[in-house]
């Protein structure tokens, strides 16, 4: 370790908790030899489901070097979207995975992403390298994990003893050598809740989830008719399932976010599941413009709607 490389990463650190981001972690950049052995048989026995993408890159997600070449150090940056229960923000007939109620993470985060970065290149001149926010073939909670952040949790969530688990994981993968952190511990113990609340045994062994399995694989990420066994395990969920983490402790105890852009939309908590079975397309752009919501096309949407209206 040099007097650079830790300036360096101080440097990177102050500016990063100024800038918003609730925590960051640094590590090296390797080849992930554990995770490319436990992708390549969950992708072989299918349980990636509708999710062909997790196919592509396979040699660029396991080792970021060959995604960005030059690449040293991976930092892992986390912003908390956590909030505190408030009954007059639910609705219990209609549930949106809680990353989703705010603006879409991905243009917001990114935003400052690009801030930080540039803040870096005028520090250290010599810096380059590129940012990203859940869209590009990074193992986003391994790397977070290698630079101690957390560790995965029984759901395959990364957890973190002051923020729980709703959080968003960025990346930045930089040219440039700085001080590493280590992994923690795991601190889940013997609790099994998200393994026990899971409608559809997603959870099929602790740390493994099977994607076609997930509530959330079915009403975001297949595109077509959803089998009845899993319209009826959806229950009110019309875009994600949150179940396995909130029974987790460790939310209960977590931090509060505080970036204003992930507060809910207030105008989705009036609807019914019959109000939104019966959207029409122009309303639901209305509606979910600037959201990750817009990851479902329209039809599967209201696809979604009616299943939680016949649940209800």
Not at 33 to 46: A, K, N, V
Not at 60 to 82: A, C, E, F, M, N
């Amino acid at each position: 370790m040099t007097q650079e490389q830790e300036r360096w990463t101080q440097f990177i650190r102050n500016s990063a908790l100024e800038m918003g981001f609730d925590a960051i972690g640094f590590a090296q950049a390797t080849y992930l030899e554990d995770d490319d052995r436990r992708l390549s048989i969950w992708l072989e026995q299918g349980r990636n489901g509708s999710m062909s993408w997790m196919e592509n890159n396979h040699d660029k997600r396991v080792d970021p070097r060959l995604l960005v070449p030059g690449t040293q150090s991976v930092i892992s940056l986390l912003v908390s979207y956590h909030r505190k229960e408030d009954q007059s923000h639910t609705n219990e007939s209609v549930s949106f995975a809680r990353y989703a109620q705010g603006r879409d993470y991905h243009r917001v985060i990114k935003k400052k992403l690009k801030l930080l970065y540039q803040r870096i290149q005028q520090e250290i001149p010599i810096a380059e390298g590129r940012y990203f926010v859940d869209s590009a073939p990074v193992l986003e909670r391994s790397w977070a994990q290698r630079s101690g952040l957390g560790w995965i949790g029984k759901n395959g969530n990364l957890l973190n003893k002051q923020l729980g688990s709703y959080f968003f994981i960025a990346d930045m993968l930089l040219n440039i050598p700085l001080l590493y952190d280590h992994p923690t511990t795991d601190h889940c113990g013997t609790c099994t809740r998200c393994i026990d609340a899971c409608p559809t045994d997603a959870i099929y062994e602790p740390q493994k989830i099977d994607g076609a399995k997930c509530i959330s694989h079915w009403n975001i990420e297949h595109d077509g008719e959803i089998p009845s066994f899993f319209q009826e395990k959806m229950g009110n969920w019309i875009f994600g399932c949150d179940i396995c983490q909130e029974v987790c402790p460790w939310n209960r105890k977590a931090l509060l976010g505080h970036w204003p852009e992930f507060q809910p939309h207030e105008s989705w908590i009036t609807l019914s599941p019959l109000d939104w079975s019966q959207l029409q397309e122009e309303e639901y752009e209305g509606y979910f413009n600037g959201t990750a919501i817009r990851r479902v096309k329209y039809k599967d949407f209201i696809r979604n709607a009616t299943i939680v209206l016949n649940n209800h």
